[in-house]
């Protein structure tokens, strides 16, 4: 029951984060993901975590209510242990409040929070589209991500991830969708232009970072440039 409790606390977290974003998106454009690229992104990502229609549904709605928060981008970097990059990508109604709290994340990780503009520049911003494995073989998605204004496709055993630049994202989208159908995930990203290997004892205080940033409310993503041991990975997995 406990574990059960604890799975549907995280479950709830997310499905917050997930409607702040359609809301946001919603109220930024028009309510009709046919016309809204950000909102398409949004709902597309709801699905993939099973966020019931009923929910996504008032999240849209919630845009054009009276009373509807609002709600600031902010983008905070920083550098967490083994001078690993971090950028964390947030949605606040109190700039004070979450700014003191990422940057005491950062602080009790033997980190410390940077100026914006301080590491995004190892990382490119793109777009990126992410399909089934299933959905085509690798030279299909291949020439079929050219065809449509891509830059590159990186396919693994699971997924195939499309690269777009940042304007050709929502092009790129509808022409892939009329062939392969809705994508896993349809987004904006930032991508680290080069990884880092740090040891063991980094890795798992990199990663505490990262999970006490993604617990707060306000952040939406977190992205990083490290990697770490198979060992570690087995070690936390198991």
């Known amino acids: 029951m406990h574990k059960k ?3 549907d606390a995280i479950r709830s977290k997310l499905f917050s984060k997930l409607a702040r974003e359609i809301t946001v998106a919603a109220k930024m454009g028009l309510p009709d993901m046919s016309m809204n690229a950000r909102l398409r992104s949004a709902v597309i990502a709801a699905r993939a975590e099973n966020m019931p229609k009923d929910n996504i549904d008032r999240a849209i709605k919630k845009a054009s209510g009276a009373d509807v928060e609002n709600y600031d981008e902010v983008r905070y970097e920083g550098y967490a242990p ?3 990059a971090v950028i964390v990508e947030a949605l606040t109604d109190n700039r004070n409040r979450t700014a003191g709290e990422v940057r005491s994340y950062f602080t009790k990780s033997g980190g410390a929070l940077a100026e914006t503009g301080a ?3 190892m990382f490119d911003h793109v777009g990126l589209i992410v399909f089934d494995k299933k959905v085509a073989s690798d030279d299909a998605m291949l020439e079929a991500a050219i065809e449509a204004g891509a830059d590159d496709v990186v396919s693994g055993p699971d997924e195939h991830e499309v690269i777009t630049a ?9 022409a892939l969708e009329a062939k392969f159908g809705e994508p896993r995930k349809a987004s904006l990203v930032w991508r680290p232009q080069n990884t880092i290997n740090v040891d063991d004892e980094a890795g798992e205080k990199i990663l505490k970072l990262i999970g006490a940033l993604e617990e707060n409310d306000d952040v939406q993503v977190v992205t990083a440039n490290f990697e770490i041991s198979d060992a570690l990975m087995a070690k936390l997995q198991g």
Not at 166 to 174: E, F, T
């Open 166 to 174: 940042l304007g050709s994202l929502r092009d790129a989208q509808k």
């Open 119 to 121: 590491v995004s520049f």
């Open 82 to 84: 083994g001078g690993v």
């Open 5 to 7: 409790g604890k799975q």
